[in-house]
């Protein structure tokens, strides 16, 4: 199961990825970006915890509809936000999967030059 620690550990090791705390009536708020983008929200302290993750508009209602551990994005855009609900319920991989597409669709709306300072920073494996 996803706690508070594994779900900021998957977020932080997303590349370029950084952990903000900007909302100063949440303080315990933690919003996880990426060139100044936001691609994760969630209150670690929160019980049960959940994670609001951006999500393709065509897949959030598929999720939604065979996971109801997964909502339309709490004070967020429903079309492209979904709140996660991490009950133990879902698979970890799923959990670790939806917050790479999350990532992946927040770089891939960066500028060209951020996408490519990016990749040029990504750490080589093997």
């Known amino acids: 199961m996803i706690d508070a620690r594994a779900l900021r550990a998957v ?3 997303q ?3 950084g952990e903000e705390f ?31 993750l951006k999500c393709d508009p ?4 598929q999720l939604r509809a065979a996971h109801p551990e997964i909502i339309p994005g709490y004070h967020l855009n429903k079309r492209h936000w979904n709140t996660v609900a991490l009950t133990g319920s879902l698979p970890d991989r799923l ?6 597409d999350s990532y992946d669709l927040v770089v ?4 060209r030059a951020a996408r490519l300072r990016l990749d040029r920073d990504r750490p080589r494996r093997g």
Not at 28 to 40: E, N, P, Q, R
Not at 95 to 100: G, H, K, S, T
Not at 108 to 111: E, F, I, K, R, Y
């Open 108 to 111: 891939a709306g960066l500028p």
């Open 22 to 52: 900007p909302f100063p009536r949440s303080p315990d708020l933690s919003v996880f970006k990426v060139c100044g983008k936001i691609f994760a929200l969630t209150d670690l302290t929160a019980d049960p915890l959940s994670v609001s």
């Open 58 to 61: 065509e897949l959030a209602p």
């Open 15 to 17: 590349n370029g990825a």
């Open 95 to 100: 959990v670790r999967e939806m917050i790479e």
């Open 11 to 13: 977020c932080l090791e």
